[in-house]
């Protein structure tokens, strides 16, 4: 099976509950797809690099997965879909990282300096 990293960008008028409510149905979506979820993460609501749909923020996820290309393709077709879902990005990996990602590393190194 292939490793694979993948971010998705939700609208910004949902509440982060509901945020994490699709994290937590996509990832099952993905496992009944026959791939495994290593880790999630939420990194909360962010400004957009430019306007997209005229929205100027939204919620960003990160998923690991570890599985075949066909569970891949049918979650980027759901994606596409959805009304929730921005924009998304899958990149094929060498190697799963299983500590945290630079985006949590530098919000949680900004809490203690605080």
């Known amino acids: 099976m292939a490793l694979y990293e993948h971010v998705l960008i939700a609208r910004p008028d949902i509440s982060p509950a509901q945020a994490e409510t699709l994290i937590e149905e ?3 979506f ?5 791939a495994k979820v290593e880790k ?3 990194w909360g609501l962010r400004s957009l690099a430019y306007p997209i749909n005229k929205q100027r923020k939204g919620h960003y996820s990160l998923f690991n997965i570890d ?5 891949i ?3 980027e077709r759901q994606h596409r879909i959805s009304d929730d879902i921005i924009r998304y990005m899958t ?8 500590g945290p990602s630079p985006i949590l590393s530098r919000k949680e190194r ?3 300096d605080d």
């Open 26 to 28: 996509l990832s099952e």
């Open 30 to 34: 993905i496992k009944k797809q026959g």
């Open 40 to 42: 999630t993460e939420y």
């Open 67 to 71: 599985g075949p290309a066909a569970a």
């Open 73 to 75: 393709q049918e979650l």
């Open 91 to 98: 990149i094929r990996v060498d190697e799963l990282d299983s």
């Open 110 to 112: 900004g809490r203690r």
